[in-house]
């Protein structure tokens, strides 16, 4: 714990032999837990009649497990990380990971400012590229314009920050126009498409056209974070293991099948997160990949190097994540689990879910280059099983079969 700092550590020997019962009583006497909300983890903590207000044709609630990531240290800073999976394996390999991490001081992130882009196209332009100039040159008057129908953001220090305008085919004259907004602590889909519809009919006023699309870019490219980490060779178990682990990265570089399969690996870590807290994970998925084939080659979002005694590993990618709006207030279970995350602002949620994401792919990569992943990987997958013929015992008990 740092001085200036008063968290609960992240780590706490034992807690996965605990029952789940006092699993949740020992998070409240860490403090990151209150009684209430420990209460209704414990009752269940969607009732359906908010479910029936969140969706539409509602039956039921949908379960999965919540659980937590332990030992993650992040820019000096304990969490203890809500992920929900049905996974086997991803909880405990992530954080068996950060505690490697840890080992060498934690993981080290930054995230961009919560930019994201509105886009407006438009079709049948006449002379697109002078369009375009004439945008570009009166760019401080449109970015007025986009703050106008956003004053509340606007007073929060959010707002339009800047625009770029591409000629995508000059024949049919079809433009498309990047509006770029602060959205301070919302994932600011609901911001950037009132932007879009609002400034569309004006660009077409000025420019002619007619109005194409108003919606936002799910590759929010200027709201990206980084975030790196150091293992130890001897924390890994061996120089060896260390080599493998880099040319096992180095693989994932060199050929897509691989490719796809190492970013799986940190999706799986960074949308247990993102489910756990109501982000949008279909959202953070598509950018993700959508950021992976950038160069228009897909390669992997983290990639591991040697240092002089173990791994160095990075991790960029796009995350436009939220701390408020979407369903970060209707559903108390992500309340609570906000509650036990204990982060300031949108963009220290960004840090923290890139951080598993990294950590679940060393955890893959170190599994894989070493003894292989079946052999951890099954005995979690036997107590699943294990589950499964329960519930069916039940079951078939309960009907009489
Ligand atoms: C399984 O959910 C994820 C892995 O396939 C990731 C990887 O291969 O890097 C183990």
Redesign the pocket.
Known sequence: MSSEDPRPTSRIPGFYELPVRERIARLVEHGLLSPESAQLLTRGALPVEVADRMSENVLACHALPLSVGLNFRVNQRDYVVPMAVE?PS?VAAASNAARLVRISGGFVAEADPPIMTAQISLDGVPQPEQARARIHAEKARWLEAADRVIPSMVERGGGASDLEVRVLEPESGMLVVHVYVHVGDAMGANLVDTVAEYLAPLLVAEIGGEVGLRILSNLPLRRCVRVECQVSSEALGGDRLADRIVRASRFAELDVFRGV??N??IM?GVDAVALALGQDWRAIEAGAHAYASLSGRYRPLAVWTRSEDGVVGRLEMPLAVATVGGSTRVHAGVRAAFEILRVQDARELATVMAAVGLAS?LA??K??AGEG?QKGHMKLHRRKEAASTEAGIERSERSGA
Request: proline fraction near 0%; charge should be neutral; hydrophobic fraction near 45%.
């Open positions: 996974e991803i399969t190492h799986k690996g799986n792919n893959a990569l599994a894989l992943i």
